[in-house]
């Protein structure tokens, strides 16, 4: 039995159903990130294994015990949020300290573990500081301090990264990924950001409208989206509309290529999606795809070039690196682009992908596995 | 001074003289007790009578315990009302503002008719009991101001995440309620209890009514029998009343190293990327 059991959780405000159907199921020590669009029902989610909602139908379990109808003070769980919540009136150290006195634990105790906490953060100076005191990245690293001190069973971080500077956003994701490795903490996070989620993640849950859309490592859920949603939503993507002929070809503005198109019958439109980053101006033994067009557009983002190129009806973004000996090529220029048969998903009208699962590799042209869009 | 200056200096002068000849001529009057020289001597006679500090030691007292009753009733209340019944809080307001429409002496007549001494509740069967009911009665009266200030005080803190973060810790609502809220409350709960005890102070029909020896009535009886003492008295409550206008402002300023109120990073619109 998992650790963490998220089983059938439906989440309705009158008529309104936020969460369809939600099952999941999280190991000890595993950190699992809610991906989504605002309205989604990541946090809703969150808010249930916290306590803080109660689901229409589901269970949650932590280590084996039902919680669903239990108050959140007595789930042993932490919570990190967006506003920070640190405690206006206290101190750093107070703050850090409120769980573990709520837990009865002695002042000494107390002290000791708060101290070990402030170290873990690097903010032992700001101990007796208050929380107006601080600057957003520190308050909200005290806020971890204090969600972490009482060593609950599920650390739930809800949209922690949001409310900071970029700059600050990196730094602090790498440290609570840090952190969270090295104290094994169960772990849910929810963002938007689908950097932050394929940057921290151990397995990644991408919901759309109330449903789970898929659950993956941040590998298979960027390299093989199940679905139209998942492979728009995370990481950019181009897409190509075509026609199926027989045995495996597409032809796409007017130029014939290889691409499976399982189920696609003869002369049924298709449409295939392609990373950036799987495309290329030189053609290889596995590229053996090629495809003619226009050059629309060339942003030059210092190692990499981001390319848009026009064919008829679609368009596509190729990656590629930078090279000091040749100057990016200019708009309007006519460009060939090389791709693996293996790199292209189809997929079809309702926005599902045709690839089957199990059929996972690197793709071919993953030299760059920068998710640069968004 | 230029002429587009004159009016409204004018205006403030009139405006001052309205509100200062009054106190001033009172303040005089209170002086004169002996003839042809100015004294305190009328200010010595109320504070040696033992009567004054009798009632005013009551009053005080009863001002104490309805700041401390009015605290429990409306922090809770107020709390709980933006916490989980938002939709209420038009109504809970218009509640606590009938005391200023309802004129005491309603109050207290219908005090009188429920919990007299052959009712099924005889409050003012004990001398004890009607005390509590006279502080019941003022915490009534003390409604308006306490709620205001302390709904007030509320929202200049999240206190949504903030309970919700205490929750996450293990918090009851208790201890919430009580390391957590109040605290962060406690400059408007201050300024809520110093009104409070302004009111108390110098409430006359409750006390005269319910026959206890407060310090309202202790004022009109010696307003209504003697000459000078009257001004020194209301000189003196003028004194207390300002007395706790300066502590309320002080309490309001808050203390120095302390936040004067949460601040809290505008929550961003979710967007999506």
């Known amino acids: 039995m998992s650790f963490l059991e998220i089983q ?107 101290d070990e906490m402030l170290r873990l953060i690097k903010l032992e100076h700001t ?80 919901m759309s409208e109330g449903r789970a859309e ?26 190509l509309e075509g026609e199926a002929e027989l045995g495996d070809r597409v032809v796409v503005a007017g ?110 042209g993953s030299r760059t596995a920068l998710p640069l869009g968004a | 001074m230029t002429g587009s200056r004159a009016g409204p200096v004018a205006a403030v002068l009139l405006c001052a003289l309205y509100f200062l000849l009054p106190l001033i001529a009172t303040f005089e009057f209170s002086l004169s007790m002996i ?17 004054f500090r009798d009632t005013f030691l009551f009053s005080a007292v009863a001002a104490l315990a309805t700041i401390v009753l009015g605290t429990l009733i409306v922090v809770p209340t107020a709390y709980w009302v933006r916490l989980r019944l938002p939709r209420l809080r038009p ?19 219908g005090y009188l008719r429920l919990y007299n001494s052959s009712s099924w509740l005889p409050f003012t069967a004990t001398v004890g009991g009607t005390n509590v009911l006279l502080v019941f009665g003022y915490a009534v009266l003390a409604l308006p101001y306490m709620f205001r200030a302390v709904d007030t005080g509320l929202q200049a803190i999240d206190i949504r995440t903030l309970t919700e973060a205490a929750e996450s810790l293990g918090a009851s609502r208790r201890t919430i309620l009580l390391r957590v809220i109040l605290p962060n409350v406690r400059a408007a709960v201050l300024s809520g209890a110093f009104l409070t005890f302004a009111i108390v102070i110098g409430e006359f029909v409750l006390a005269s009514l319910l026959n206890r020896p407060a310090f309202g009535p202790y004022l009109q009886n010696v307003g209504a029998n003697r000459a000078y003492e009257p001004a020194a008295l209301a000189m003196i409550a003028f004194a207390v009343t300002w007395g706790c206008m300066m502590m309320l402002q002080l309490a309001g300023g808050g203390r120095a190293g302390r936040p004067r109120r949460a601040r809290f990073p505008k929550l961003r619109t979710r967007a999506a990327p």
């Open chain 1, 8 to 114: 059938g959780v439906r989440k309705s405000f009158g008529a309104n159903t936020v969460v369809h159907g939600f099952d999941l199921a999280v190991e000890r020590g595993e950190f699992v990130s809610f991906l989504g669009p605002s309205g989604c029902g990541k946090t809703t989610m969150l808010r249930i294994v916290a306590g803080f909602e109660a689901p229409s139908a589901g269970s949650v379990r932590i280590d084996g015990e039902d919680v669903t109808g239990r108050p959140p003070n007595v789930r042993r769980i932490g919570m990190v949020f967006q506003a920070y919540a640190l405690f206006p009136n206290m101190t750093v150290a107070d703050n850090v300290a409120f769980g573990l006195k709520v837990a009865g634990l002695s002042r000494g105790e107390a002290n000791e573990r708060v």
């Open chain 1, 127 to 206: 101990r007796d500081r208050y929380p107006y005191q601080l600057s957003g990245g520190q308050q909200q690293r005290v806020a971890l301090a204090r969600a972490i001190a009482p060593k609950p069973r599920v650390l739930l971080l809800d949209e922690p990264l949001s409310a900071l500077d970029a700059k600050i956003r990196v730094s602090l994701r790498e440290e609570i990924r840090e952190l969270q490795q090295r104290l094994g903490i169960t772990t849910i996070f929810v963002t938007h950001d689908q950097e932050e989620a394929l940057s921290m993640s151990d397995r990644i849950v991408v």
């Open chain 1, 214 to 239: 898929q659950v993956g490592t941040p590998f298979e859920i960027y390299n093989r989206p199940r679905t139209r949603f998942v492979a728009s939503f995370v990481g950019t993507l181009g897409l």
């Open chain 1, 255 to 364: 130029q014939e290529i290889e691409a499976e198109t399982p189920g696609a019958r003869p002369g049924e439109r298709v449409t295939l999606a392609l990373r950036p980053e799987a495309l290329s101006l030189q053609p290889s033994r596995e590229r053996s795809n090629a495809l003619r067009g226009e050059i629309v557009s060339v942003s030059f983002l210092g190692s990499v070039v981001r390319i848009r190129a026009r064919f008829e009806a679609s368009e596509l973004l190729v990656d590629t690196f930078n090279d000091p000996a040749q100057p990016p090529p200019a708009r309007g220029e006519p460009v060939t682009v090389y791709f693996s048969p293996a790199d292209v998903q189809c997929l079809d009208a309702s926005g599902t992908s045709h690839r089957p699962a199990a059929r996972v590799r690197a793709p071919s």
């Open chain 2, 35 to 51: 003839r042809n020289t100015w004294s305190f001597e009328a200010y010595r006679v109320v504070f040696a009578d033992a009567r």
């Open chain 2, 91 to 109: 109504a809970i307001e218009f509640i606590t503002l009938l005391p200023l429409v309802i004129p005491p002496i309603v109050l207290v007549f």
